[in-house]
């Protein structure tokens, strides 16, 4: 009967060479996917000034589900042209832009002459036609509380020169008409036919996903795809131990490299 021969410290390196080798291989296979996500997620944040990343809405309806972002509780559309006004619970968008966020849910908005006009049911708000803010009027203003509605009234001139447009506010307390500078409101009651100002019976579904996307930007989702935060709080692990199977690599594959 013979006896197994001791192990010669040489033949154990060799052993420890080969397993080291063979694991290195393993897990830079496994690696590659991980290495190219990283690479290419981490190109495109190190870019996203430029192709404006942080700017740009998801609008792709399976990712807005998988974030959670639900439609808005309230979502009106002014106007059916590309320069529609849309509200959003308490903002304002304008031609896909952002212009407004209010304090408190608005309630209209339309266009008057030159300036675009808004409301919430305490503050009025003025804007050019490219969505500067020109003037806030509420209480301390002059403006009338409990704001119900936003009208427009056509005034037929003397002698058929054309129409005068006056714009009328809806209250509480009754209706109330503007001066020629929107500064002074005066309580009385219109001579002619006030068309109140409406939003459209539908909106059109593109708003809706621009409005849910705009909560989203793609800047986010490839930050969470980077971090591993995009597979929820499990993923987190998942990404450490990855991280430490490319430092296994890196390390190993020196000391092989040392030892040829």
């Known amino acids: 009967m013979t006896r197994k021969q001791p192990a010669t410290p040489h033949k154990f390196k060799q052993k420890l060479q080969r397993q080291v080798r063979a694991w290195h291989r393993r897990l830079g296979v496994l690696s590659c996917l991980f290495i190219l996500l990283l690479v290419v997620t981490g190109v495109a944040l190190n870019h996203s000034s430029q192709w404006q990343l942080g700017k740009t809405a998801v609008l792709q309806p399976w990712l807005l589900d998988y974030y959670g972002i639900t439609p808005p509780h309230h979502l009106a559309q002014f106007g059916t042209s590309q320069a529609a006004l849309l509200i959003v619970d308490n903002r304002l968008w304008l031609d896909k832009k952002p212009i407004l966020e209010a304090q408190h849910p608005l309630i209209s908005a339309t266009y008057v002459a030159d300036f675009v006009l808004a409301m919430d049911r305490q503050q009025l708000y003025l804007f050019d036609r490219q969505g500067h803010l020109q003037e806030t009027q509420d209480s301390s203003t002059g403006l009338p509380s409990d704001l119900e509605a936003l009208g427009l009234e056509f005034v037929p001139q003397e ?73 929820g709080a499990y993923a987190l692990w998942l990404w450490d131990i990855v991280g430490l199977a490319l430092a296994f690599i890196a390390l190993s594959g020196l000391w092989l490299w040392l030892k040829k």
């Open 159 to 231: 002698a058929g020169t054309g129409t005068v447009m006056r714009v009328w506010l809806k209250t509480a307390a009754g209706d109330f008409q503007a001066d020629e500078q929107l500064l002074n409101w005066t309580q009385a009651e219109p001579l002619a036919s006030v068309t109140w100002v409406a939003p459209a019976p539908t909106v059109d579904p593109q708003w809706v996903l621009f409005a849910r996307g705009s909560h989203l930007s793609w800047e986010r989702v490839l930050l969470d795809l980077h971090s591993g935060r995009l597979f």
